[in-house]
């Protein structure tokens, strides 16, 4: 199939072909004309799929076909759980309506409000955004969101991890009911079953798996390792295979910060990416593991989220999740369009129940080694590793790091109710 028999307009084709995309990824195929239509749309898509131009695409043609107000009053909104996604969505935006008479802005937490608020006064006809500056704006009456016709909730399960599930109903309340839903989640809990039946009316469902993606394409293992010996190991590793680019999954910002310090130290450059670091740094981490200056990227799993780094080949999980489908998540970053890709877990006594959790889920056992020098103590407990408690993750991309209760939850009995970590 070709993106011309998709039914969109010259000026985007246009800035498809711009962007150098041959043909149309699955979901874009299965998304765009029920969208076109002017249909609900619930799709089960994650980061490497191509969605945002699924979504985006048939949404600018809608609003370029209609009525463009003199006072350009916000008429599509895209809300996303962060700030890197929501930069991300707006570069896409801004591109693939190049060829078009449509304004396009961006708002988030943690950077000053300001340019965000005289840029809404000069008129937006798409906004994207985050929960938090979005009601923290609507409440100080900078914007209206009364004339909103296609509102898009994106990684709508990541949403919900974060807390955001009140936020969400609050700039429900605020946008027209009469509208176009469009949601995407990468998975599909109760939770985010019952928010769409609140939010989409009689949608039509789509679904793409990122094409070599898919946990089988990945070449997987595990390295079971005594904990005290995991830093030295990654930079063994990293070293003597002379990795060039490899993410790194730590479970906090606290070891992301750790760990980043004695890569550096041993000659790796490296940098951290997670809630507590500012947007500049956060900007700048990115963009220097991109272009090749910096080598790792140490992250956390919110921090992460969603961020469009192509062709990675190495992913480690420094610590592995306890919540299963975070695996799937993180390791989805290896082996992206067409190139080989592998994923290392350095698993230690204490982390013995999450990835018993973690094969259950992707069916499969993945092969374990051990390195000489890098055993696993024979001694260690495999009482799991402690949880943060259940407090509410911060808004647009997770600061908060202070004041909680470490517990022991239930986090080992049920993977599928377990609490996320708050420390990333
Ligand atoms: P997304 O899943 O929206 O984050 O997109 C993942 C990556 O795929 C981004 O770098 C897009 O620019 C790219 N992309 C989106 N659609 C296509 C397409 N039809 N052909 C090739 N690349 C695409």
Redesign the pocket.
């Known amino acids: 199939m070709s993106?011309n028999s998709l039914g969109l307009s010259d000026a985007l084709l246009k800035a498809?072909n711009k962007?150098?995309?041959?043909?149309?990824?699955p979901?874009?195929e299965k998304a765009i004309p029920p969208i076109l239509e002017g249909k609900d749309v619930l799709a089960s898509?994650?980061?490497?799929?191509?969605?945002?131009?699924?979504f985006t695409l048939p949404l600018l043609q809608i609003l370029s076909e209609g009525t463009i107000k003199r006072q350009r009053p916000v008429r599509a909104l895209i809300l996303t759980p962060t700030r890197e996604l929501a930069a991300?969505?707006f570069e896409?935006v801004k591109e693939y309506s190049e060829f078009l008479d449509i304004r396009s802005a961006v708002i988030f937490g943690g950077v000053n409000q300001r340019p965000q608020v005289a840029q809404l006064r000069r008129g937006v006809d798409v906004l994207v955004a985050t929960p938090g500056r979005l009601l923290d704006l609507c409440n100080q009456n900078v914007l209206s969101l009364s004339n909103v016709e296609i509102f898009v909730l994106d990684e709508a399960d990541r949403m919900l991890d974060m807390g955001f599930v009140r936020d969400i109903e609050r700039i429900i309340k605020l946008i027209p009911k009469k509208r176009q839903n469009l949601m995407f989640s990468a998975t599909f809990s109760k939770d985010i079953k019952r928010l769409a039946t609140g939010i989409l009316t009689h949608p039509v469902s789509v679904e793409a798996t990122?094409e070599n993606t898919t946990v089988e394409v990945i070449k997987q293992k595990v390295f079971r390792v005594a904990k005290a010996k995991k830093t030295g190991l990654i930079i063994k590793m990293i070293s003597e295979g002379n990795w060039q680019q490899v993410l790194v999954f730590t479970r906090t910002k606290h070891g992301a910060n750790n760990l980043t310090k004695k890569m550096i130290s041993a000659g790796i450059t490296a940098a951290a990416i997670h809630g507590n670091k500012s947007q500049g740094a956060r900007t700048k981490a990115l963009a220097g593991f991109k272009d090749g200056s910096i080598r790792v990227m140490v992250a956390t799993d919110i921090a992460a989220r969603?961020l469009?780094i192509?062709l990675l080949p190495h992913v480690i999980n420094f610590e592995i999740p306890n919540i299963p489908e975070d695996y799937v998540h993180r390791i989805g970053r290896t082996g992206?369009?067409g190139a080989s890709g592998i994923a290392i877990s350095l698993v230690s006594a204490d982390e013995t129940s999450f990835l018993t959790d973690i094969q259950k889920l992707i069916g499969m056992k993945i092969p374990v080694e051990i390195i000489e020098g890098f055993e696993p103590d024979p001694n260690a407990s495999t009482e799991p590793v402690k949880q943060g408690g259940g407090r509410r993750a911060p808004r647009g991309g997770g600061n908060n790091n202070s004041g909680r209760k470490s517990t022991k939850s239930s986090n080992t009995s049920n993977s599928g109710r377990r609490s996320r970590d708050r420390r990333n």
């Open positions: 993106f498809i962007k150098g995309y041959d043909k149309p990824s979901i874009q898509a994650q980061t490497g799929t191509g969605k945002t131009a699924g991300q969505i896409n990122p969603g469009d192509p992206r369009a």
